[in-house]
């Protein structure tokens, strides 16, 4: 099962009212396993970036003059992505960026259905308790130090060892089947085949038996 990890960031909190997305980040999970395989882009949103935005990410309108607009990089984003499973923290957020740069090209949007909310799934584990990505990373003693800002390629690496852990955590056990039989590398001891051992009585073997039923054994019941 394919499942893309996704995060953006952006020049604020709504597109309606002209805040675009900044970066795209992606990472892919072949069963709930993060296989190295990444996707990520910076976007030059074709606008100015607000303090508060500049705040929390650290791109500048300076650095993102530079980086191609979402158009350019629309159909590698998509291709990437194709039709997995999206797992999203706080799904509504990003989608609701992600299909407003897609409606601006003509393109359908992507379903709300495909994404796992993480946030979601963190509330109905633990009621009450914390659900950002800092207090998901803590809580499963994920290492988030690098994470001095927000990036999205970077959160989505850190989401995807939370997703796993949201959903039961890593547990080798179960691919111990799959990977039974012997490892490069390991020896395997040479099995000795021995003939059957015959268990026929011998002719003298027979005689002696009956000659013991004779003498010792009286009236048996098989003579009856």
């Known amino acids: 099962m394919r499942e893309v990890v996704l ?39 074709e606008r100015d970036m607000p303090e508060e935005a500049f705040a929390v990410h650290g791109l500048s309108e300076a650095f993102l003059a530079e980086k191609p607009p979402f158009r350019a990089v629309a159909d590698a984003f998509l291709d990437f992505v194709g039709d997995s499973r999206l797992v999203i ?33 963190a509330r109905r584990k633990f009621p009450g308790a914390p659900a950002n990505l800092d207090a998901l990373c803590k809580r499963f003693n994920v290492d988030s130090s690098a994470r001095t800002k927000h990036g999205a390629l970077l959160d989505s690496e850190l989401l995807a060892e939370v997703y796993l852990e949201l959903i039961g ?41 009956e000659a013991f039923l004779e003498r010792d054994v009286k009236s048996p019941i098989w003579k009856r």
């Open 7 to 45: 995060d953006t960031e952006t020049t604020g909190l709504d597109p309606a009212v002209g805040h675009r997305i900044v970066e795209i980040g992606c990472v892919e999970l072949l069963n709930h396993v993060a296989t190295g395989e990444t996707w990520q882009a910076y976007i030059n949103p």
């Open 89 to 121: 923290h706080n799904a509504d957020f990003d989608l609701k960026f992600i299909n407003a740069e897609l409606a601006a090209l003509d393109r359908a949007a992507i379903p709300r259905d495909r994404a796992v909310d993480t946030v979601s799934m």
């Open 169 to 209: 955590g890593r547990q080798p056990g179960l691919s111990l089947a799959a990977n039974a039989g012997p490892r490069a590398g390991v020896p395997v001891a040479e099995r000795e085949i021995r003939p059957p051992r015959p268990h026929a009585p011998t002719a003298a073997e027979i005689e002696a038996h």
